[in-house]
């Protein structure tokens, strides 16, 4: 029932941020499901209700199975605590705490207060794991940063003359589409976004609660006024982060409703991007290249999760950009190394999925 409580919850990805993903499964004294909630922003109400409203008067002596610690303070809405203590819930199986420090831990002992029984850590790695933005963002204050590349079997993700559409095939290209949909937000180059002229968008065709944000770093400013992220800036959130001070691209960019954020080394300066970025409640980005940007990231060690889509070609070529640009490493010993892999084949392609293990 635990994994069907995360199950629930996973219904709602894209359309909880800056919220977590919950789910809720009641079973009966006899062991039968009598209530099932999914938590949506939108909906204003938590899943634990739902489900409880749901059981009705069988959740007199049930067990609730959720898949993320139930709040006991008023936020949006009535603590979920004292739902459970009122319909007479005798225990609740919960992976994990709520790293929120207005619940983190509250929401289980007001429960054991009241002489509901507890049980933590089923289930623990899929929970977190499914909130990972969530509580990545609780913790450091930053978003999650989930580095996505297309490449060549040789690591190169264009030509030596710029072109990359397209290195894969279709079978990546929609399982982009559904990575999109889990982020708050996508950020590129000013090289990519000048040579590739892309959109930026979720084209997951699932509902999302908040818009994608696209975020260009471009200190030169020199994103063209009739390339598809700037003439579409007035429909989906567009942030260019720049050094540049008062300039006539600047004002005509934020005429087309474009953002600019400019900070002493702009999109130079990685903390502070994410941090700002962090104040926003963004709590999730994903960078989608190219190899100058992605690089900063692997430099500063600022990536939490990566996932290369390698297609069955072979580029070559030295001019021909590689995924991952900047410095590197001097020595093998400190090369970045995944841990907790998926490896998938994506029609011809394959997908590596992973974590990195930082060597100092
Ligand atoms: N296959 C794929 O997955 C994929 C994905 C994306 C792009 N691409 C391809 O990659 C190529 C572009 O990649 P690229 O490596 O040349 O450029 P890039 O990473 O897209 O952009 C690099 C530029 O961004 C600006 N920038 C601002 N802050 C930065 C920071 N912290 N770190 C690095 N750069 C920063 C710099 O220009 P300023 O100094 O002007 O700010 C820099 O020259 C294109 O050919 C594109 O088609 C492929």
Same mark, same amino acid.
């Given at each position: ?52 409203? #749901? ?57 054991? #207060? ?22 990545? @963002? ?27 559409? @397209? ?63 700037? #003439? ?80 069955? !070609? !072979? ?8 995924? !991952? ?32 293990? @930082?060597?100092?």
């Amino acid at each position: 029932m635990s994994h069907r409580a995360l199950e629930l919850a996973a219904k709602a990805i894209g359309q909880v941020s800056p919220s977590p993903l919950v789910g809720c499964v009641i079973v009966s004294d006899s062991g039968e499901i009598v209530g099932e909630g999914t938590y949506y922003y939108d909906k204003t109400i938590h899943a634990e209700v739902i489900a409880l409203d #749901q059981a009705g008067a069988m959740a007199d002596g049930a067990t609730a199975y959720i898949s993320l610690e139930p709040h006991s303070h008023h936020g949006r809405t009535p603590p979920c605590t004292d739902a459970l203590i009122k319909a007479g819930i005798k225990r609740v199986v919960c992976p994990i705490e709520d790293p929120n420090p207005l619940v983190s831990g509250k929401g289980f002992e007001t429960l054991r #207060q009241n002489g509901i029984e507890v049980v933590t850590g089923v289930l623990k790695k899929e929970a977190e794991k499914l909130n990972e933005k969530f509580i990545h @963002w609780h913790k450091n204050g930053r978003p999650f940063v989930h580095v996505k590349i297309a490449m060549s079997l040789d690591g190169k993700i264009a030509t030596k003359k710029g072109e990359s559409k @397209w290195i894969t095939g279709p079978g990546s290209r929609a399982v982009v589409q559904h990575l999109r949909h889990e982020y708050d937000a996508i950020l590129v180059g000013g090289n990519t976004a000048f040579l590739d002229d892309p959109s930026l968008t979720d084209r997951s065709e699932r509902m999302r609660h908040r818009k994608l944000v696209r975020i260009i770093l471009d200190n030169s400013l020199r994103l063209p006024l009739r390339s598809q992220l700037v #003439q579409s800036a007035s429909k989906f959130p567009t942030i260019v982060f720049t050094n540049q001070g008062d300039s006539e691209s600047k004002r005509r960019l934020e005429e087309y409703g474009v953002e600019i954020v400019e900070t002493k080394e702009g999109g130079r300066d990685l903390r502070m991007v994410l941090k700002e970025l962090g104040t926003r409640k963004i709590q999730s980005v994903l960078v989608e290249g190219g190899g100058e940007v992605a690089g900063s990231f692997h430099d500063a060690k600022l990536i939490d999760k990566v996932s290369f889509f390698v297609a069955p !070609i !072979i580029i070559g070529g030295k001019e021909a950009p590689a995924s !991952i640009g900047g410095t590197g490493v001097k020595d093998l010993s400190r090369a970045m190394r995944l841990r907790t892999k998926d490896v998938i084949h994506r029609g011809e392609d394959i997908e590596v999925t992973g974590y990195p293990v @930082w060597n100092e």
